[in-house]
């Protein structure tokens, strides 16, 4: 059964960083791509950022050139390193197998607040 852990979050100012992990076991960790999305309250989830097996990645609009995918097959986890903060980044992030669509049951989460 394969689970997900993500760890990381927390509260930080406007333009602080914060870098997420995510350890996904029982899973075959390195045939697949996987993904950070975020829910804010109130809000749909939104798909942030993706990583192919490979090593390919894509971003939405709205992260770009601030948050960094990447991934460390030995060790199972994927990264999210998010700079210069906004207010509006302020969600719970969750991990999930596949580069679009999640694949498996959705874990805990972790929640950022960027807020002063």
């Known amino acids: 059964q394969a689970q997900l852990v993500e760890s990381g979050g927390g509260l930080v100012q406007p333009g602080g960083s914060l870098r997420l992990s995510c350890v996904a076991s029982?899973?075959?960790?390195?045939?697949n791509g996987w993904s950070w999305h975020r829910q804010a309250s109130g809000k749909q989830r939104e798909l942030v950022?993706?990583?192919?097996?490979?090593?390919?990645?894509k971003y939405a609009d709205s992260v770009k050139g601030r948050f960094i995918i990447s991934r460390d097959n030995a060790e199972n986890t994927i990264f999210l390193q998010m700079n210069s903060l906004k207010p509006e980044d302020t969600a719970v992030y969750h991990c999930?197998?596949?580069?679009?669509?999640?694949?498996?049951?959705w874990g805990q989460g972790t929640q950022v607040i960027v807020s002063s």
């Open positions: 029982g899973s075959r960790f390195i045939d």
């Open positions: 950022a993706a990583i192919s097996s490979g090593g390919s990645t």
């Open positions: 999930n197998r596949g580069v679009a669509l999640p694949l498996l049951p």
